[in-house]
């Protein structure tokens, strides 16, 4: 192992920490072995951000059991690897303590099997926090394609090789009038039987929407039109996986001359841009816990971890001729979207333009930096003034 890695040896004896120190040297272990001695230099390491990477513990003072050490190491670190050097534990006792949380128990005086099992345990753990961080990274792309997704102007249908739908957004389903009865069981087939029954003399786009694997580049499959002569562009191209097709998706564009509602101009082309580009940061609000994006540090000039978690750490975060608009913003959600001004860790202040939308279990939406409105941040939204009071989330049902 090349890397530096930091170890905290939890021992009674000065003598037994130096020999352990001395083997791992010899095996050319590199480490930074620190020693502790007592529940509360144990609690004091755990507790003050020392970045550990492994626990060792050896012989302790009379009251104080391996099995506190491992109860107090799973409640504080729980991803941390705990070896215990136990030296007179026979089979029984060495299960006991896998049982209760030890990684790995080294039993016998000698310490021969102490630097494999040092070995593993690091290897595990680096193994375990490259899986946690692909995890931690697709959980934020799948958010951000989610909301790029419903961001986009256009309604979208992703379907596999196999006719199961992969994705779609909102958009697809407004459009087209889909209920949600219809995508639940997530086939093509079943759409499409609806669209058959929504849509005059739709055949040449059903025989055209089941051919998944052809037509690589955009192909217009047809235009159709609903019951309320609305017309409807639905173009097609493949899904592909490096060459191979994977799958075909579908958008649907709505043609109507008619006078855009407010939805048509709700997702300006900046922000659609900017979902685009990656600059745009997804977040989502309950009652109990605020989630932004870590890309939201990054456009704040924030330190990791320095985010808020609920809504009144955003509200600190906010100019405070900006917070009404704020509250106005979640009683009355919209998707247009409206300017506030949040403070960056410089000190400084940044415009930015928010977009929400209110769920059954909450809020979501995204921000971006954006150029100030002229006249300031101000923005009318329903309700006119509101009191500055302490904001409660109330969460709903979409009407």
């Given at each position: 192992m090349n890397t530096n890695h930091r170890i905290l040896h939890l021992e009674e004896r000065e003598m037994e920490f130096e020999r352990v120190a001395d083997l791992l040297k010899r095996e050319y272990i590199l480490c930074e072995l620190a020693w502790a001695r007592g529940r509360d230099a144990l609690r004091g390491a755990l507790a003050g951000g020392w970045s550990l990477d492994l626990l060792l513990v050896g012989e302790l003072t009379p009251g104080?059991?391996?099995?506190?050490?491992?109860?107090?190491a799973r409640r504080r670190c729980p991803e941390l690897p705990v070896i215990v050097l136990a030296a007179g534990a026979d089979d029984a006792q060495a299960v006991e303590l896998l049982r209760q949380g030890a990684t790995e128990v080294v039993a016998g005086a000698s310490l021969a099997r102490l630097a494999p099992a040092v070995r593993r345990a690091l290897?595990?753990?680096?193994?375990?926090?490259?899986?946690?961080a692909a995890k931690a990274e697709h959980a934020q792309l799948t958010s951000l394609l989610r909301t790029v997704l419903e961001t986009s102007t256009e309604g979208l249908l992703v379907v596999d090789l196999a006719g199961r739908i992969t994705a779609y957004n909102r958009k697809f389903m407004a459009l087209c009038g889909i209920p949600e009865y219809v995508?639940?069981?997530m086939e093509l087939?079943?759409?499409?039987?609806?669209?058959?029954?929504?849509?005059?003399?739709?055949?040449?786009?059903?025989?055209?929407?089941?051919?998944?694997?052809?037509?690589?580049e955009r192909k217009l499959l047809g235009l159709l039109r609903d019951k309320d002569q609305r017309s409807i562009e639905v173009f097609g191209r493949s899904q592909r996986v490096g060459r191979e097709a994977v799958g075909r998706v579908f958008n649907f564009t709505g043609t109507t001359d008619r006078e855009p509602g407010p939805e048509a101009s709700a997702i300006p082309p900046d922000l659609v841009e900017a979902a685009r580009s990656g600059r745009i940061v997804p977040w989502y609000l309950t009652e109990d816990e605020l989630v932004i994006s870590g890309k939201g540090a990054i456009l704040l000039g924030l330190p990791e971890g320095g985010l808020?978690?609920?809504?009144?750490?955003?509200?600190?975060?906010i100019h405070p001729d900006d917070l009404d608009?704020?509250?106005?913003?979640?009683?009355?959600?919209?998707?247009?979207p409206f300017q506030l001004?949040?403070?960056?860790?410089?000190?400084s202040w940044i415009a930015t333009r928010w977009n929400m939308k209110r769920g059954a279990e909450g809020?979501?939406?995204?921000?971006?930096?954006?150029?100030?409105?002229?006249g300031g941040a101000e923005e009318e939204l329903p309700g006119g003034s509101v009191p500055r009071f302490q904001f409660k989330v109330r969460i709903s049902q979409e009407p």
């Amino acid at each position: 192992m090349n890397t530096n890695h930091r170890i905290l040896h939890l021992e009674e004896r000065e003598m037994e920490f130096e020999r352990v120190a001395d083997l791992l040297k010899r095996e050319y272990i590199l480490c930074e072995l620190a020693w502790a001695r007592g529940r509360d230099a144990l609690r004091g390491a755990l507790a003050g951000g020392w970045s550990l990477d492994l626990l060792l513990v050896g012989e302790l003072t009379p009251g104080f059991p391996a099995q506190e050490v491992l109860a107090l190491a799973r409640r504080r670190c729980p991803e941390l690897p705990v070896i215990v050097l136990a030296a007179g534990a026979d089979d029984a006792q060495a299960v006991e303590l896998l049982r209760q949380g030890a990684t790995e128990v080294v039993a016998g005086a000698s310490l021969a099997r102490l630097a494999p099992a040092v070995r593993r345990a690091l290897k595990e753990a680096q193994d375990q926090a490259a899986l946690r961080a692909a995890k931690a990274e697709h959980a934020q792309l799948t958010s951000l394609l989610r909301t790029v997704l419903e961001t986009s102007t256009e309604g979208l249908l992703v379907v596999d090789l196999a006719g199961r739908i992969t994705a779609y957004n909102r958009k697809f389903m407004a459009l087209c009038g889909i209920p949600e009865y219809v995508m639940a069981p997530m086939e093509l087939e079943r759409v499409l039987q609806f669209l058959h029954d929504q849509f005059a003399d739709p055949e040449t786009f059903l025989n055209e929407a089941r051919i998944l694997g052809d037509h690589s580049e955009r192909k217009l499959l047809g235009l159709l039109r609903d019951k309320d002569q609305r017309s409807i562009e639905v173009f097609g191209r493949s899904q592909r996986v490096g060459r191979e097709a994977v799958g075909r998706v579908f958008n649907f564009t709505g043609t109507t001359d008619r006078e855009p509602g407010p939805e048509a101009s709700a997702i300006p082309p900046d922000l659609v841009e900017a979902a685009r580009s990656g600059r745009i940061v997804p977040w989502y609000l309950t009652e109990d816990e605020l989630v932004i994006s870590g890309k939201g540090a990054i456009l704040l000039g924030l330190p990791e971890g320095g985010l808020p978690r609920d809504l009144p750490g955003l509200e600190a975060m906010i100019h405070p001729d900006d917070l009404d608009l704020l509250r106005r913003g979640l009683e009355h959600p919209r998707t247009a979207p409206f300017q506030l001004r949040m403070h960056k860790g410089d000190g400084s202040w940044i415009a930015t333009r928010w977009n929400m939308k209110r769920g059954a279990e909450g809020y979501r939406g995204v921000f971006t930096e954006s150029a100030p409105a002229a006249g300031g941040a101000e923005e009318e939204l329903p309700g006119g003034s509101v009191p500055r009071f302490q904001f409660k989330v109330r969460i709903s049902q979409e009407p």
